[in-house]
């Protein structure tokens, strides 16, 4: 489904300062510099974003398939029609902009940017009763309120995506959907109370409101800027908070026949989907365990194991290009109470013939593989001259060295 544009304007043109966040700074301060340091304010600039466009455009003509949730405001405005001239669009139009958000009207399906865009000087939000202002109107609306479940739809629309082979190969709406956050009713939680946590506060500087329940625009996840982008390092502590709070680790070294087993479990504990998400298969996670005695490893070589997704090509093989991906190898952890999965996974056991004095775990995540930059560069859509490196998280690291039967663990 395209994206579908409403211009139900008062006058007989649009007021394009309503479409300019630095026009809502003047009132939501906070919000806008949370905002901008987002990845929704990127989107529309991130250069692997454009050098997969670029690519996407010449080997599967992919038309507006990924402008339409990058760059919603552009499409609609007719100011771009598949992103390839995003250096001409105005730099308030490149990303998913407040109006992106605060404009959705209705969600007619949960992925490919399935809503309706209404660019009539409404802005949609959480606040039941907004006060009256001069500058723009104001609405309650479900879909930005993440304290109704339905306001999850409304990221689900570009959250979840459908490739040009109907491969389901976004699914967080969809995992969601599934689990305990969607269905229990004591522990329901929406997209937002985990991405947009909030503070108490007023809701603009310029006149007096009521005391609110605010939601933080930082939206972090796991994504990162590559450029010298706005609050890049509080947007990288924030994603390290996150993920640090995402998974349980227990690591046992218990006797066994001639030495000691070593066993890993890992836990989706928060998530209120898959870990990871998104856009999975570009994800790297992966474990690493090393086991010694006496400072020697027990191993040949530290045993790892990935923890994310993998994209298959009609002939199986590995690929990062999404146009490409026929199936989905699933490697990660569901979230909590996923229909017919576990969330808790024991990943290894190793019967040892020594006892080891010193058991080490690390789980390491980067948002992008290198295997994708490295493409991408060969195929002259993407200059990594001036990018910085995607970043490496490490959430968990365990150390054991204490008695045999005994366990460790990061929670």
């Not at 104001?138 to 990221?155: A, F, H, K």
């Amino acid at each position: 489904m395209s994206l579908s544009l409403l211009l139900a304007c008062q006058g007989p043109e649009l007021d394009e300062a309503l479409l300019d966040p630095e026009t809502c700074r003047g009132c939501h301060p906070d919000h806008v510099q949370q905002w901008e340091g987002s990845m929704h304010a990127y989107a529309g600039q991130d250069p692997v974003f454009r050098a997969m466009n670029e690519r996407g455009q010449r080997e599967a003509d992919l038309g507006d398939f990924c402008i339409k949730c990058h760059a919603p405001v552009a499409l609609a405005l007719g100011l771009t029609q598949d992103g390839t001239n995003l250096d001409e669009v105005p730099d308030h139009l490149q990303g998913v902009t407040c109006a992106s958000c605060h404009g959705i009207e209705s969600v007619q399906q949960h992925n490919n940017a399935g809503f309706t865009l209404s660019l009539d000087g409404v802005f949609r939000g959480a606040l039941d009763g907004p006060v009256d202002n001069d500058v723009h109107g104001s609405t309650y609306s479900p879909l930005q309120d993440r304290n109704d479940s339905s306001s999850s739809e409304l990221c689900g629309s570009c959250h979840d995506v459908l490739t040009p082979l109907d491969v389901d190969l976004e699914r967080t709406y969809a995992q969601w959907s599934e689990t305990i956050f969607n269905s229990g009713a004591a522990s329901r939680q929406s997209c937002g109370h985990c991405h947009m946590r909030g503070r108490d506060g007023q809701t603009t500087t310029t006149i007096e409101t009521p005391q609110r329940r605010l939601h933080d625009h930082s939206m972090a996840a796991v994504d990162v800027a590559l450029t010298d982008f706005p609050h890049r390092a509080e947007q990288l502590e924030l994603v390290r908070t996150e993920l640090e709070s995402t998974l349980l680790a227990t690591l046992c070294v218990i006797p066994a026949s001639g030495g000691a087993e070593v066993t890993l479990e890992l836990d989706n504990v928060t998530a209120g989907h898959h870990f990871p998400s998104g856009a999975s298969h570009d994800r790297r996670v992966w474990g690493r365990l090393q086991v010694h005695l006496e400072g020697a490893d027990l191993l040949d070589e530290p045993w790892e194991f990935g923890l994310h997704d993998r994209g298959l090509d009609a002939s199986g093989e590995e690929t990062q290009l999404f146009w490409e991906v026929a199936s989905i190898e699933e490697r990660g952890l569901p979230g909590v109470n996923t229909i017919g999965l576990p969330h808790t996974r024991t990943y290894r056991q190793v019967v040892l013939g020594d006892v080891p004095d010193s058991v080490v775990f690390t789980l390491s995540v980067t948002p992008l593989p290198e295997a994708l930059l490295e493409s991408l560069e060969a195929s002259g859509d993407l200059d990594r001259s001036e990018l910085l490196d995607p970043p490496t998280f490490t959430p968990i690291s365990l150390s054991w060295a204490g008695e045999l039967g005994s366990c460790v663990t990061n929670g």
